[in-house]
């Protein structure tokens, strides 16, 4: 080794004055390395890990590469030294330094005691030409740098291929090249072709991780997975993997419902919350995710939207029996999402006989019906005296939308309704926050078989000086009944989160494949106690769970 005492550089055991130090030996002083001692490790690839908790979300990891020409590192970072006859690893005094591909060197220097009296290139079919060496009498020479696969290095005494690899040095300026970025195993970066000088970069590897984090059934005694990120490089060089900053993630906690699911039973379309047990320490944490498998029975092609809807009116509803005949024009929004029409929903109060009740689909315009449409009378429907209910008017065989709506002037949807028996009160929709094609607008039928507009209903006085206020009583409150196109299927389940309010915007929602339902919330916060809600296009039990829940500990915490 070379070290500098004063105005005299010792190399091996010879001594040499301030005059007679040359550029051969000032190549070896003051080495950058990546430790900063006295030389930069150069390899082929480095590693390192991680520590995400089991089971939690991971919501940000960034690593940052970095690579560079080493300059002066130990021989054995980047070549493998072998004895250049017989055994590969014998005591030997010529030795080959053997890098694997093309490499510029400039530099070499011998173990501590080992002088080096001649090196040969190595020039495609053989050692040959050997490079002219600064004047020197112990380990280390310079010469014009030299681009080559190997080089023949002899020396004075016999030396181990080993000691060369470990403690000799050598100067080159080709950076590492072909990097590659690993996280548990798994490609997640690459980069063709050698680096630019001080080349860094920083890979998002969130999704990566948060997979392998996944993927772990059991942590260590701490409850941590540790996650292996690996830079390797073809070309080798000196490679650093490093963290910016530690990972951002959300502990995570699997409800009990008893058990990991519990079930939810819909004798109909609508909408159900189902509470989500949480232990009390729940009160102070800051919810951000909830991601739920959603797993309903199947019930058929058929669904009814919207199954939420319409507001139903408080003001006024009507009353259906053998003398007031009806129609109702069908929301064009609800009609968009289906490929064929199977029936309507009604909501009705019976009277005290109940009510039997058919009708038909008609042709028609945004304000007119028009003509009966061919085989498509709804089968007569009986129902008993009782509560308010949604009824369904169904349609022998479902009617394909296009051949109804396909012909000029028609391009509106239309039913009539008509009482042969019995009475029953028809609930209304409040259509004071509705759009026109959300909106199931109703006729009536004068006796000369004209549709005209309801008579406006007027909601009596509260006292005796206040007017009357005029009541909207032109909008059924009716739900449609359909088969989606395969194109664009209707969910026979959706889950939310509703908020304090009851509301559910402002959440993210991602669905896979397998019923995962991943709800972001927007914005974050406590949600103590905490439920989801469920909403069904048609009869069917649904099993919720697992259920997770991604949450930090305090306001503010988190990522």
Known sequence: ??????????????????????????????????????????????????????????????????????????????????????????MTSELVI??????????????????????????????????????????????????????????????????????GLLTTTTPPADLELTVAGTRVWFRVGPVPVDF?????????????????????????????????????????????????????????????????????????????PLPAEAADWVVHRIVATVAPRDPGPLRVLAPDGPPISTEADLLLDVDRRLVARLPRATLARFDRLAGVRLLLTPGA?????????????????????????????????????????LLPQPVVLGKVTGSSPYDRIWISIGVTRGTARLALADSSSMADDDRAVLRRIAPNGVA???????????????????????????????????????????LDVPAADGSVGGTDRLVDPGGTVSVTLDPVGPRYPLSVRLTATAATTVTLGPVVIAYAEAIGAGP
């Open 452 to 494: 005209k507009p309801l008579s406006v209903v007027h909601r009596p006085r509260a006292q005796l000086a206040d007017p009357p206020v005029a009541v909207a009583a032109d909008t059924a409150a009716l739900r449609v009944i359909g088969i989606a196109p395969a194109t664009a299927p209707v969910d026979v389940v959706a």
């Open 200 to 276: 860094v970069a920083e890979v998002d590897i969130t999704t990566a991780v948060q997979t392998a984090v996944a993927a772990a059934t059991v942590g260590d005694e701490d409850g941590n997975v540790a996650v292996a990120l690996a830079l390797t490089a073809r070309v080798p060089g000196d490679l650093d993997l490093s963290l910016p900053a530690p990972p951002r993630f959300l502990r995570t906690h699997l409800v009990a419902f008893p058990g990991p699911s519990t079930a939810a039973p819909f004798l109909e379309e609508g909408v159900a919350d189902v509470s989500l």
């Open 353 to 393: 006989d109940g009510i039997e009740l058919g009708g038909a689909l008609l042709t028609g315009t945004a304000d007119l019906p028009g003509e009966a449409v061919a085989n498509a009378t709804f089968t007569p429907l009986s129902v008993p005296a009782g509560p308010g209910a949604w009824v369904s008017l």
């Open 1 to 90: 080794m070379a070290f500098v005492s004063g105005t005299e550089l010792i190399v091996g055991t010879s001594v040499l004055t301030a005059t007679e130090i040359t550029g051969a030996y000032l190549a070896f002083v003051g080495l950058p390395t990546i430790s900063r001692t006295a030389i930069v490790a150069s390899s082929s690839s480095v590693s390192t890990s991680l520590l995400v908790p089991l089971g939690a979300v991971v919501t940000q990891a960034v690593a940052r590469v970095e690579a560079a020409a080493p300059g002066t590192t130990t021989i054995g970072g980047l070549a493998t030294v072998r004895a250049s006859a017989g055994e590969p690893d014998a």
């Open 98 to 167: 053997d890098f694997g591909t093309l490499r510029t060197v400039s530099a070499l220097a011998a173990p501590s005691g080992v002088s080096i009296t001649s090196v040969m290139p190595w020039v495609g079919t053989k050692f040959d030409g050997t490079i002219a060496l600064s004047p020197s009498s112990g380990n280390a020479v310079t010469f014009t740098e030299r681009q080559t696969e190997r080089l023949l290095v002899t020396v004075a005494t016999n030396v181990a291929p080993d000691a060369m690899a470990a403690d």
